[in-house]
């Protein structure tokens, strides 16, 4: 009798934990269509702010509720929200660009939770253009001002006079 008690706690536990690890978004690939880009607008050339476009070559409804873009030359930029998108539509998020660091190429990926027609939350992680090369410009500008703030750091100690008595003067 103790044993089936413990068997049924143990199934009912399971399938309790089982339950729950099935409320995040499910891991898919990009849907074929979907074109995730980095650029900036010329009115936004005077400052840090760049956006994510989305495009929605679908033939489906796309609903965007956060995306993360990572690459090892700036810290990770994260947004949430609601942005949804009908067949052939296309979005610009705002993001200000983080501080930049050394290294080759930008390697930028994004990672992006959304619904298809209101359905379950997915998630997919692609890689993405900057198209313009305007992230990169930045990590690169951020780079070499590290580079010569670090090569450029000069200490200047206590002045002294030597020579004639400057009482005098």
């Known amino acids: 009798m103790r044993f089936s008690f413990v068997v049924i706690a ?3 536990l399971g399938f309790s934990l089982a ?3 099935s409320d995040g978004p499910d891991s898919s690939p990009m849907p074929d269509g979907i074109k995730v880009e980095v650029d900036q607008s010329r009115y936004q050339q005077s400052g840090r702010t760049l956006f994510v476009s989305i495009q929605n070559g679908t033939d489906q409804q796309i609903t965007i509720s956060d995306f993360t873009l ?3 030359r700036f810290d990770d930029v994260d947004w949430s929200g609601d942005d949804v998108l009908e067949a052939g539509q296309k979005t610009d998020i705002d993001f200000t660009m983080p501080r930049g660091r050394c290294g080759s190429d930008l390697d930028a990926s994004i ?3 959304y619904q298809v027609d209101g359905g379950r939350p997915q998630i997919s992680t692609t890689t993405v253009d900057d198209l313009y090369d305007h992230a990169l410009y930045f990590a690169d500008r951020d780079c070499a001002q590290l580079t010569f703030e670090e090569a450029a750091k000069v ?3 206590q002045p002294q ?3 004639a008595d400057v009482r005098r003067c």
Do not use: F, K, R
Request: aromatic share 0%; hydrophobic share 45%.
């Open 161 to 163: 006079v030597s020579g």
């Open 19 to 21: 339950a729950c690890a």
């Open 111 to 113: 990672a992006v939770t």
């Open 10 to 12: 143990g199934l009912l």
């Open 155 to 157: 200490e200047i100690g």
């Open 70 to 72: 990572s690459s090892p």
